[in-house]
């Protein structure tokens, strides 16, 4: 092997690959196979010595110029922050808007790990940057004041302690926002045998922090835990006002009068009907519970505002049955949601039920709960204040004959309605809704003898009127005259799920139908249009959750029936288009 040829300026081989330390000393301090200490000098080479003493000089001398250097950054950049300092408010403002008080502290971490990294949450990471923004963070009790605890047992009783009792100590004195998910089987099942006392021990400083220590500082609670928890929830919370119980099935009867505050009750699957301060309760919202909970809520509760029963299950007991023969007056109820399922249940909620005070009805599901199931819905709707209430529809159907028979016993029961919002997304329904809107003639009505699709006026062009003159048309019936506000909503995803699962009807919620005559727009066109003619509509207004490809034609006719008077709003997503400069307010 031959001599390696050494370098002329530092005597190392030339081939040799030199580290990091020699090449930039200052970004890491010598390590312990530097030169000054892997290579021992000649006793006898009084150079090599002076040498690497050098070394270990100007290694000193570099890293106290690397802290020299790090100290002017650091106070260069606080001389150049104190012009930008910003005010108070302002800056209390940027804080809201990171972490908006209506939305939830949300905790990121779900996996327990051997390394995991801390629990990091907006506000905490807020407080870091300085003690100016933490003074400005903690003075702000509304960053505190709502908190998403997914308990997944990943810390320890001091530590879930420790950070419960900060969010409770800053949100003073607003009362607070909790929504707590426990699942006590995470992460034990299928490792270790389920033993109720032994996971107590994860809990018990959770328990004790929310519903003994502050518990008087919750105002609103979401708990979503096993059923054993449910008793935790008693006198203790003096001022909660609001709270959701998610437990899986309840099948015994909760006694929840002992919370002096109670005023609005969301339950989920319940079969019995828990025990409440009755006359505090202004809003229940029920959801796959059973039917007849929801009609003894009704009975008991009298001062309701806001009722709201989503997807009940039938109930086949004779002796709860029998208790329905009674009239309930609701004075105060001015919103009424309700899933119908075809039952006796339906039926002695419309016939026995009297809400001189409804403002907002939504009713989706099978309506033909009995033979005479018109008439009974006739008689409920005509009691009704017609002139102020705003009907919602989900997919209302009788159940041989589809949507269509309902739909027109709802609205020759309601012919002063003024506002209907759609809540559906199957275009399949949207379109049989609009097309008992738009006023045909009977030469082109789909009920006549004689109507075609080629002789449909939404088949031929948009700006070509009907041959015969308006005078000469018979109109059948017109349903809803003095409509004027018209919306369509997508259903909520997760009550469309809950609607599936239901058993009221099957269909595809995840891909819906869709139809041209929706997705362009044309059918709306022509309902605004065919209002105009027949009606002399004066004024309408059209709410869209999505945006139609609209055909030129289709906004050119838009434009034209503003341009001849007709105030015209017309909203994609909440805001207004841009293509109809002439739209009034």
């Known amino acids: 092997m031959g001599a390696l040829t050494g370098c002329p300026q530092c005597g190392y081989p030339d081939n040799t690959l030199k580290t990091t330390e020699f090449a930039q000393p200052w970004l890491s301090l010598p390590s312990a196979l530097s030169p000054v200490e892997s290579v021992s000098p000649h006793p006898a080479n009084d150079e090599s010595t002076l040498l690497h003493q050098e070394i270990s000089r100007i290694d000193s001398a570099v890293r106290q110029l690397y802290e020299e250097r790090a100290a002017r950054c650091r106070r260069l950049n606080e001389i150049q922050s104190l012009p930008a300092n910003l ?15 209506s939305e939830y502290n949300t905790s990121h971490q779900r996996v327990r790990r051997n390394n995991a990294k801390p629990l990091v949450l907006p506000v905490f990471a807020l407080c870091a940057v ?22 997944r047992y990943h810390l320890s009783q001091d530590d879930t302690s420790a950070l419960l009792h900060t969010y409770f ?23 270790i045998p389920y033993v109720p006392d032994h996971v107590d021990g994860h809990f018990k400083a959770l328990k004790h922090s929310i519903f003994l220590e502050n518990a008087h500082k919750i105002g609103i609670l979401k708990l979503d835990a096993p059923n ?60 796959k519970s059973h039917a007849n909970v929801s009609l003894e809520l009704l009975a008991r509760c009298p001062n309701l505002i806001h009722f709201h029963s989503q997807h009940p299950n039938h109930v086949r007991n004779e002796s709860i049955i029998q208790k329905l023969r009674f009239p309930i007056t609701l004075s ?4 009424l949601e309700w899933t119908c399922i075809s039952s006796v249940w339906d039926d002695a909620l ?37 002139s102020s209430i705003d009907l919602e529809l989900g997919y209302v159907r009788h159940f041989t004959d589809g949507p269509v028979p309902a739909l027109k016993t709802l609205f020759r029961a309601l012919p002063e309605l003024h506002s209907l919002t759609l809540l559906e997304d199957d275009h ?16 082109y009505s789909p009920s006549s003898p004689s109507f075609s699709p080629s ?63 929706i997705a362009e727009g044309d059918i709306f066109v022509e309902l605004i249009r065919q209002r105009r003619r027949m009606l002399h509509l004066t004024a309408f207004h059209l709410d869209l959750d999505f945006s139609p490809a609209w055909r030129m034609k289709s906004q050119e006719e838009l434009i034209a029936l503003v341009e001849e008077g007709l105030e015209l709003e017309l909203l994609e997503k909440s805001k207004r288009v841009e293509w109809l400069p002439f739209c009034l307010v």
């Open 87 to 101: 005010p108070f408010n302002i800056l209390s403002t940027i804080f809201e808007f990171v972490c908006p008080p």
């Open 130 to 151: 300085s003690s100016r923004w933490r003074k400005v963070v903690l003075s702000m009790p509304q960053l505190w004041a709502k908190l998403d605890w997914d308990w």
């Open 169 to 191: 100590a800053r949100a003073s004195p607003r009362l607070f926002d909790l929504k707590l998910t426990v699942d006590e089987k995470w992460e034990v099942e299928n490792t």
């Open 228 to 287: 054993r928890w449910l008793h935790l929830v008693s006198r203790p919370f003096t001022h909660l006002s609001d709270l959701s119980l998610s437990s899986g099935r309840i099948d015994s009867r909760m006694d929840l009068s002992s919370l002096p505050s109670l005023a609005h009750l969301r339950l989920t699957n319940t079969k019995v009907t828990p025990i409440l301060p009755w006359k505090q309760i202004l809003t229940i919202h029920l959801v």
């Open 332 to 335: 105060h109820l001015v919103w």
């Open 350 to 386: 419309f016939r026995h039920t009297h809400l001189p005070s409804l403002q907002r009805l939504s009713l989706t599901g099978d309506v033909s709960w009995s033979h005479d199931w018109e008439d009974v819905l006739k008689t409920f709707l005509s009691r009704l204040p017609p």
């Open 428 to 443: 399949s329904f949207v379109e049989k809704v609009l097309n008992l809107l738009i006023p045909f003639p009977l030469a």
């Open 455 to 517: 002789s449909s006026p939404l088949s031929s062009p948009l700006s070509s009127p009907p041959v015969s003159p308006v005078s000469n048309l018979y109109y059948d019936v017109i349903y809803l005259p003095t409509l004027h506000i018209l919306s369509l909503r997508c259903p909520d995803r997760e009550n469309a799920k809950a609607k599936d699962g239901g058993g009221v009807f099957t269909r595809l919620r995840g891909a819906p139908q869709q139809l041209p005559t």
